[in-house]
């Protein structure tokens, strides 16, 4: 009985508390891989704890210790009398295992079927309706600061004559659709429809990273680059099967607001995993951008939300034309920004209207600006300037630190930051508890956590702890 | 090379790409294809297509008669609708690079992206303007 009643409380509190505390806790962010195998052990053991409560319960009249209680249960059953020894208030209990057995196994089931389902119906729409790469006279510009690999920049210039590269704007090179083409596994396709959107559809042999012509018109090639790099991430490590069962989990019980919370969570993390593989492929800033950009672009926008959000003039329409030039700055590594609102507000969010002239200057991301400059690259000024600009940085707060490539331009993007927010001081809606995925994407590209060395193995000790707990609670209680 | 998937979509572009309807053999030969494909595995492509709802079927005096049944655009629309997927859809069938975003998030990103004030120093980049991709 204790047993029965230990396992209870123990998948209560992984059912509830456990998932609220992880989803609003800040580390995960940080180690994304070890988040999720401990949300991932904290589901399993919740579940397991669950069945095994309601087995313990049904068969707890048989024996004081649950193991051997078991056994004699088995034993009963073997001997053609089930019921031998069972009180009817145990039977109860058969039943909600039961129960609760079916509809987890059924309702996983279910939804992976209807995932296989849909998905094989939309990529055999995507396949159909959609353009392979080849000769493409869109936006996708020839990439100077694409994958470094030079194996690929070959092959993709070797495979040249099947499709011509419209140069717009820039030096001739490599492209990167061709190069994510070339990329094994992973067949691109293009769809011909403006509004800007990129995903993959996951799959053993079929994977399919889809963008569209919207895509291709909305972002540079460095930041395509960063974007493919990130889809190809999730193709790569097959994050739909991580997610995949925290929806069903959801879906079981859909009325229980940490299953949701959890989806949630452990989508972001599968999302941050992926950004942190596209961001050693390619630069965290340019899919900074990127993710601002498309976020931008996919916004529920007609014209009354703008006017709610009191930002009429300023409207898309009038804006987009100018997002080529926009800046998204970033922020040193301020580790005391840890706390969301601040980053939120501080770090991600740098270009309010009150901010002028400095931001502009170091715009397009350039990880390598000896080779030929990308198009839009900064004028010649642009990293001094950025440079120039971090002694406010310094100022404002944040340790500088010039680890990564661009660590002067973030840093300067930092220092007009901190510049503009500090005499802005408006933002108010800006101060807001939890970050938004998106928002919390971008700042955590802009401003890569610190990663404590213990961090990782305390999270997976915690996940073994977890997966061990319920049956060592059966066994020794 | 000639997988069903590349026939498929091969035997789709002919069929978009023609007005009218088309006998199995027309779209034999319209389609160029690396080797010259047998008139029946034509026939068995528009079938498997039929059967899918992408081809709609025609019955002619002789042969059978064959037309997509909705345009290029129209499938694309679908693929779009699916992947942007219209509720907070977390069924995971698609991972999208950003799922949706509420209007006041987009009001942040919309200020981060926001051009200051000063227009002389506009890139070169040729980056055309955004198709209104929100006016869905």
């Given at each position: 009985m204790t047993t029965a009643a230990l396992l209870v409380l123990f998948a209560g509190v992984l059912a509830w508390p456990a998932p609220r505390l992880l989803a609003a806790a800040r580390w995960p962010h940080r180690c994304p891989r070890a988040a999720i195998v401990l949300w991932q052990a904290v589901g399993l053991a919740g579940g397991v704890s669950a069945l095994l409560a309601a087995i313990a319960f049904t068969v707890s009249?048989?024996?004081?210790?649950t193991p051997s209680a078991i056994v004699d249960h088995v034993g009963n059953v073997a001997a053609g009398a089930p019921l031998d020894g069972l009180h009817w208030i145990n039977l109860i209990g058969l039943a909600v295992a039961t129960a609760l057995a079916g509809r987890l196994f059924g309702v996983l089931a279910a939804s992976t079927t209807a995932t296989l389902r849909e998905r094989h119906r939309h990529r055999h729409l995507v396949d159909l309706a959609g353009r392979r790469h080849r000769g493409h006279d869109l936006s996708a510009s020839p990439s100077t600061s694409g994958p470094s690999e030079s194996g690929q920049a070959e092959r993709s210039t070797a495979s040249g004559p099947a499709h011509e590269h419209h140069e717009v704007g820039g030096a001739p090179g490599g492209c990167c659709l061709c190069e994510h083409r070339d990329r094994a596994g992973i067949r691109l396709r293009i769809l011909d429809h403006p509004i800007a959107v990129a995903y993959c559809v996951p799959g053993v042999r079929h994977a399919r990273v889809v963008v569209s012509r919207g895509l291709l018109n909305t972002l540079d090639s460095a930041e395509l680059d960063a974007v493919l790099a990130h889809e190809a991430a999730h193709v790569a490590g097959r994050h739909d099967l991580v997610i995949q069962p925290f929806v069903a989990w959801e879906r079981t019980f859909p009325f229980l607001g940490p299953a949701r919370e959890a989806t949630a969570a452990v989508s972001l993390l599968v999302e941050m995993l992926a950004d942190d593989a596209a961001a050693r492929r390619s630069s965290r800033r340019s899919l900074a951008r990127a993710l601002a950009r498309l976020g931008v672009a996919r916004a529920p926008v007609p014209a009354g939300t703008l006017g709610v959000t009191g930002h009429e003039p300023n409207g898309i329409p009038a804006f987009e034309p100018d997002l080529a030039g926009f800046e998204l700055g970033g922020q040193g590594r301020?580790?005391?920004?840890?706390e969301a609102a601040r980053v939120v507000g501080a770090a991600t969010l740098p270009a309010y209207p009150g901010l002028s002239s400095p931001i502009r200057v170091a715009t397009l991301p350039s990880v390598r600006p000896p080779d030929a400059p990308p198009a839009g690259s900064p004028p010649a000024g642009a990293l001094t300037a950025g440079g120039a600009a971090t002694g406010s940085a310094v100022a404002g707060g944040s340790a500088v630190g010039g680890s990564s490539a661009d660590g002067g331009l973030m840093a300067g993007s930092a220092g007009r930051l901190t510049h503009g927010t500090g005499p802005g001081g408006?933002?108010?809606?800006?101060?807001?508890?939890p970050a938004n995925p998106v928002v919390s994407r971008i700042s955590r590209l802009l401003d890569p956590p610190v990663v404590r060395w213990w961090q990782p193995p305390c999270a997976y000790l915690a996940a073994a702890v977890i997966l061990a707990a319920p049956p060592l609670i059966v066994l020794v209680a | 090379m000639a997988r069903l998937g590349d026939l498929e979509r091969s035997v789709m572009d002919v069929l978009w790409s023609s007005d009218g309807w088309l006998t199995a053999r027309e779209v034999a030969a319209r389609l160029d294809h690396e080797r010259d494909l047998a008139y029946t595995t034509v026939l068995t492509v528009l079938e498997r297509l039929e059967r899918k709802g992408f081809v709609r079927r025609q019955r002619a005096a002789r042969a059978h008669r064959y037309a997509a049944s909705d345009s290029r655009e129209a499938v694309v629309a679908e693929a779009m609708m699916e992947a942007l997927g219209t509720a907070d859809d977390r069924g995971s069938a698609l991972v999208r690079f950003v799922g949706s975003v509420s209007a006041e998030e987009a009001e942040i990103l919309r200020r981060a992206l926001e051009p200051p004030a000063e227009p002389a120093d506009g890139s070169p980049e040729a980056t055309p303007p955004l198709a209104d991709g929100s006016g869905q």
């Open positions: 009249p048989l024996s004081t210790s301020g580790r005391a920004t840890a408006g933002a108010a809606g800006l101060r807001r508890g | -």
